[in-house]
């Protein structure tokens, strides 16, 4: 995957319409943001772009929108936080047809270093799904650069992110990527690519089906490679241990055997879960007061069920860090929502606040628990895109990073 890519320093923008694709899916309740974490990610690119003298277009899409477009998938609440924290009005075209007439006379009343956002950009459902042509030419006729800044939305070959490219390329404009793309392909890129060593791995979450590439890709660039969660439950059902009435992906048993047997073979460290913390059922609501105790994996009554890594398994697993150069960790060790069942994880979050390794988080659950539990600023790099992130760890080339420039 060429990484070598165009980014907003390599491009001169200076009275040129910009069109950004950036993420602004954020949390909505109520009409107001209650995470404001992907707009703050996106403002050095777009401080940047006002500077060098720019007409800024920023587009994005928010929520699924499942029924056609509607006013609480709108963009306004992200217009007016955006004019707030850039100290200059935003001018929100709120046209559900994002491309209309309306956004066609915004842009032609920019003045250089002027800021327009489009309306939701999945208003206009399958045209930007499923990548279609008159969309991604709309959306290219007003503009004369295009920058992709959605490291969250790069897994998709949308309309705003793979389509319109083309489209700019063809009428002799540039396509480049923003800071926070530029962060994520070196980070992302060069611990897969390029890792300093020892590199360990760290997967969590509940489905080994989720994560059957990166497993495999893993193993083949990582060092040690790290398993916990519900998925490793499969793992240890594989290795014939009695695991209750624990998460177990049956079609996945035998993919798990291949998996450890890959390991051996190529002479790398795969480790489970040697005690695990059990209790008689999931707890309701998932934040509920729950009885637990801490049993040896192999020893897991037929009654109950593993929901966390153990205490020994969280030694063991922070003592694999202490040595590592690079540390990348996609996935919780357990049921963290739950305070009683976040040990591990908040056990696995310490070791790597505590390492001088380059650490970085794959978006998703794992961000939400590092974030919730006071880890972010110990770690080097955290992904804003949990799919994304996956997908990269996976070593596919992403849409969104293949159809930017290369330097």
Not at 65 to 75: A, H, Q
Not at 206 to 235: P, R
Not at 288 to 308: H, K, Q, R, T, Y
Request: charge should be negative.
């Amino acid at each position: 995957m060429g990484l070598n890519k165009k980014s907003v320093d390599d491009i001169n923008v200076k009275g040129k319409r910009v069109l950004v694709r950036c993420d602004f899916n954020v949390p909505l309740k109520d009409g107001e943001i209650t995470d404001e974490t992907r707009i703050k990610a996106a403002l050095p690119t777009i401080q940047k772009l006002m500077k060098d003298g720019g007409k800024v277009i920023l587009c994005s899409h928010l929520g699924k929108v499942k029924n056609g477009p509607n006013e609480g998938e709108s963009l306004a609440p992200v217009a007016k936080r955006l004019s707030e924290k850039l100290g200059k009005p935003v001018n929100f075209v709120a046209d559900y047809h994002v491309t209309g007439e309306a956004a066609a006379a915004a842009v032609a009343a920019m003045n250089e270093g002027d800021v327009v956002l489009l309306q939701n950009t999945r208003f206009r459902g399958k045209e930007e799904t499923k990548n279609g042509e008159d969309f991604s030419k709309e959306l290219a006729d007003l503009c004369d650069v295009y920058v992709c800044d959605a490291f969250g939305s790069s897994h998709r070959a949308h309309a705003s992110v793979a389509g319109v490219t083309d489209v700019v390329r063809a009428k002799g404009g540039e396509c480049a990527v923003g800071y926070l793309m530029s962060k994520e392909i070196d980070f992302l890129g060069n611990a897969v690519e390029n890792p300093v060593r020892p590199f360990v791995a760290i997967l969590g979450g509940a489905k080994v089906a989720d994560k059957l590439n990166v497993i495999s890709n893993l193993l083949e660039k990582c060092d040690t490679l790290i398993i916990g969660g519900g998925m490793a439950y499969t793992f240890l059902k594989a290795k014939g241990y009695e695991i209750g009435t624990s998460l177990a992906d049956e079609e996945k048993i035998g993919y798990c055997k291949e998996m450890m047997e890959k390991a051996e073979k190529l002479g790398k460290k795969l480790l489970l879960p040697i005690d695990t913390t059990i209790a008689k059922e999931f707890p309701n609501p998932i934040d509920a007061e729950i009885e637990v105790s801490v049993v040896p994996s192999d020893a897991i009554p037929a009654d109950m069920m593993g929901l966390d890594i153990g205490t020994k398994t969280a030694e063991l697993y922070a003592d694999a860090v202490k040595s590592a150069k690079t540390v990348v960790w996609n996935g919780p060790m357990g049921v963290f929502e739950n305070p009683i069942l976040a040990k591990g994880t908040i056990a696995v979050a310490r070791s790597l606040a505590d390492t001088d390794a380059t650490t970085i988080i794959g978006g998703g659950d794992s961000a939400a628990a590092v974030n919730q539990l006071g880890f972010a600023d110990k770690m080097s790099h955290i992904s804003t895109g949990g799919g994304a992130s996956l997908e990269f760890l996976e070593g596919k080339e992403l849409p969104g990073v293949a159809a930017a420039d290369d330097k």
